[in-house]
């Protein structure tokens, strides 16, 4: 069974820093981009960091530049999201994703995290 598990959500002030992580397992994700996806309340998901099998290429929404750096760990089978100066904006619901074709690009998306609270209070 193909499972993304993601942790380190929270209840943060504006500001503050947070990290996400997501574990991988079931099957090798060798070849897969993976990346970050948020949905807020009455809001369509959305994309917000991507990066590549090798981690060579890396991927951010507009909203996001500069204050959030996605990461990977091939060895241990792991993504993770930091993000600095967090604004309330950023509330959502953040889950991760695993694409062969393009990271960004919802409809590619082969597989999904359960997902995980990001509430950012002002």
């Known amino acids: 069974q193909v499972q993304l598990v993601e942790s380190g959500g929270g209840l943060v002030q504006a500001g503050d820093s947070l990290g996400l992580s997501c574990a991988t397992s079931?099957?090798?994700?060798?070849?897969?981009?993976m990346g970050w996806f948020r949905q807020a309340p009455g809001k369509e998901r959305e994309f917000v960091a991507g990066i590549s099998w090798s981690g060579s290429r890396t991927y951010y929404a507009d909203s996001v530049k500069g204050r959030f750096t996605i990461s990977r760990d091939n060895a241990k089978n792991t993504v993770h999201l930091q993000m600095n100066n967090l604004k309330p904006e950023d509330t959502a619901v953040y889950y991760c994703?695993?694409?062969?074709?393009?990271?960004?690009?919802?409809?590619?998306?082969?597989?999904w995290g359960q997902g995980t609270q990001v509430t950012v209070s002002s």
């Open positions: 079931g099957r090798t994700f060798s070849g897969y981009a």
């Open positions: 994703a695993a694409s062969i074709r393009d990271i960004r690009v919802l409809i590619t998306i082969a597989y």
